[in-house]
């Protein structure tokens, strides 16, 4: 059975950072790409950031320069290092795996239960 779990969110003001985390098991974490897609209120969810199985990136515009995913395969972890947070950035954060390296969330098989992020102004 594959679990994905997320965690690491929380409260915290415009200017700060925080860090997420998303465990997995019951997959070989190493041949899946992972992403996290977040979901905000009275929005779409989007993707937020990705990461393939040899660790090449990619990034939302909106978070360039702000955020950065990594992967550690030994312990089969994503992170996304959040900095400069704004209020904008206030959602439902989750992780995700595939074997597509896709922007579209319906190609990726597994997802976390999501962690809240609030960025208060």
């Known amino acids: 059975q594959v679990q994905l779990v997320e965690s690491g969110g929380g409260l915290v003001k415009e200017g700060g950072s925080l860090r997420l985390s998303c465990g997995a098991s019951g997959l070989t974490f190493s041949d899946f790409h992972m992403a996290w897609f977040r979901q905000g209120p009275g929005k779409e969810r989007e993707l937020v950031a990705a990461i393939t199985w040899r660790g090449i990136t990619h990034y939302a515009d909106s978070v360039k320069g702000r955020f950065t995913i990594s992967r550690d395969n030994a312990k089969s972890t994503v992170y996304l290092q959040m900095n400069s947070l704004k209020f904008e950035d206030t959602a439902v954060y989750h992780c995700?795996?595939?074997?597509?390296?896709?922007?579209?969330?319906?190609?990726?098989?597994?997802w976390g239960q999501g962690t809240q992020v609030t960025v208060s102004s």
């Open positions: 995700a795996a595939g074997q597509l390296f896709t922007k579209v969330s319906e190609q990726y098989a597994y």
